[in-house]
């Protein structure tokens, strides 16, 4: 079993910097991606950014040039710095590990972040 436990979100105004820790633990197998996921009130969770074992990175178009995902292999954690935040990054941040062999969707989530951007 594998835990992810997200740590750093909080409530900042438009412009600021954040950035998200995620902590593994468990039984984890070395080739994954380890991503973050968003979900805002109404809206369907999206996939913000994810990062390979070999460090590959994905971004989400919105968060383009303003998020860098990057990780410590050593300490099985990932991060999120978020820079440049708009009212509209507002919404409860996941922590995700998928495991590619067996698909696209991932395997374990973390309990969630909640990020507030006011104007």
């Known amino acids: 079993q594998v835990q992810l436990v997200e740590s750093g979100g909080g409530l900042v105004q438009a412009g600021s910097s954040l950035r998200l820790s995620c902590a593994a633990s468990?039984?984890?197998?070395?080739?994954?991606?380890m991503g973050w996921y968003r979900q805002a009130p109404g809206k369907q969770r999206e996939r913000v950014a994810s990062i390979t074992f070999f460090k590959t990175t994905n971004y989400a178009d919105s968060v383009k040039g303003r998020f860098t995902i990057s990780r410590d292999n050593a300490k099985n954690t990932v991060y999120l710095q978020m820079n440049s935040l708009k009212p509209e990054d507002t919404a409860v941040y996941y922590c995700a590990l998928t495991y590619p062999r067996q698909g696209d969707s991932p395997s374990y989530w973390g309990q969630g972040t909640q990020v507030t951007v006011s104007s």
């Open positions: 468990g039984s984890i197998f070395s080739i994954n991606v």
